[in-house]
């Protein structure tokens, strides 16, 4: 672990669909704190598969931490300000890839990536049709989101507590807001994907996966 390493700000991982043009509707999927990883690659290609354009920028310059201290200390070193311009810019990159430039995008978010997601969503409304957040919250005023939301949350979380989620979610009710949160049970945070301190749990990640596709594609054919 190095904090001398060469900054990578924007480099992000681009996948297609294959079909006739290449094109679709365009996801931006957000990373947790394990960083731009081979399973978060791997969720791009499933995204191209079902459809979708997808950009995964990575949001931690490059870093590759193996345990949640890394993960922290790369969190610690990082700037907000920078990740949150990386985080913007790249909805205008996808946005402009996809088969409707003026069409506005859906974000998925893991963890740190999720907190992200529901930012974006709320400081650009018009340029993101739909979040998907996978256990991240935010604690911001949700007035100017527009975007439905989806949520995948661990029943056992040490990281959000349950006080936490009822919180944001209450407030997005008391907004009129759009927001469909399913808890899986037995699971912990991390639990939808691969990382160096978790357990992914297959089946519960299979059935967010499921939700989190046919979410998707239900807010794509609406535009």
């Not at 957040?133 to 949350?153: C, K, M, S, W």
């Not at 699971?187 to 596709?213: G, K, M, Y």
Request: proline share 6%; hydrophobic share 45%.
């Amino acid at each position: 672990m190095s904090s001398d390493r060469p900054a990578r700000a924007g480099t992000a991982h681009l996948v297609r669909p294959e079909n006739d043009d290449g094109t679709g509707p365009g996801v931006l999927l957000l990373h947790s704190w394990w960083g731009l990883t081979a399973f978060v690659k791997e969720q791009c290609e499933q995204l191209a598969d079902a459809g979708f354009v997808v950009l995964a920028p990575d949001l931690i310059g490059g870093a590759s931490p193996e345990t949640a201290a890394e993960a922290e200390f790369e969190l610690g070193v990082s700037d907000p300000n920078e990740t949150a311009a990386l985080v913007l810019s790249s909805i205008v990159a996808l946005r402009s890839q996809t088969d409707d430039p003026d069409a506005p995008i859906a974000v998925i978010g893991f963890s740190m990536g999720a907190s992200w997601a529901l930012w974006a969503a709320t400081r650009q409304p018009e340029s993101v049709r739909a979040v998907v957040a996978y256990y991240g919250t935010q604690n911001i005023d949700f007035e100017l989101l527009r975007a439905p939301v989806l949520g995948h949350f661990a029943e056992d979380d040490e990281i959000v507590p349950i006080d936490e989620l009822i919180e944001m979610q209450s407030h997005l009710l008391l907004l009129e807001k759009s927001v469909v949160v399913h808890r899986y049970e037995g699971c912990h945070h991390f639990f939808a994907e691969q990382s160096p301190e978790a357990t992914l749990e297959p089946a519960a990640a299979a059935v967010a996966w499921d939700r989190t596709i046919k979410f998707l594609n239900h807010q794509s054919s609406s535009l």
